[in-house]
């Protein structure tokens, strides 16, 4: 089961450095998820296409496997059920991503552009902001682990 897990990682860390090397090298983007979803919703300069095409791309390719039967994973609170029923609650989802969401205006850019495109053109900007990203989330994890969790 883990060598499965190894597997699926490398699978998915591979396909999202294609992704970024591809948008990169084919449009000269980088394949910032935050960035490219704000750049839809405002519209900044036309070139909705691509944004449209990458976004549906990453979601269209768990939906693939969900429909192929292969069960490679979801964000469901027990490992029988799919999708939509997360660990923590709707609630706590959706409260989670307006964070993200605040965290990566913020930051100007996401872990995808910053950790994946930014640490690989050694961008000290985002190795600084990877590390924040990191630092943040383990204290987060610490936060609702150790410090929420017995008193909800």
Known sequence: MESMSALQGLLGGVL??????LLMG??????????ILSGLIFD???DRSWRVAFLL????????????????????????AMIG?????????LV??????????LGSGCTSGHGVCGLARLSPRSMAA??????????????????LEGSA
């Open 57 to 80: 791309g990453i979601v269209s390719g768990p939906a693939l496997l969900i429909l192929a039967g292969l069960d490679w994973g979801n964000v469901a609170g027990d490992s029988g």
């Open 130 to 147: 990877t590390l924040v990203f990191v630092l943040v989330a383990m204290l987060t994890v610490f936060v609702a682990r150790h410090m």
């Open 96 to 105: 989670a991503g307006l964070l993200v969401g605040l965290g990566t205006g």
């Open 44 to 46: 900044r300069g036309g």
């Open 16 to 21: 999202i450095g294609l992704s970024a090397t």
């Open 85 to 93: 029923s997360p660990a923590s609650g709707l609630t706590t989802m």
């Open 26 to 35: 084919l449009l000269g983007r980088i394949a910032g998820i935050s960035g």
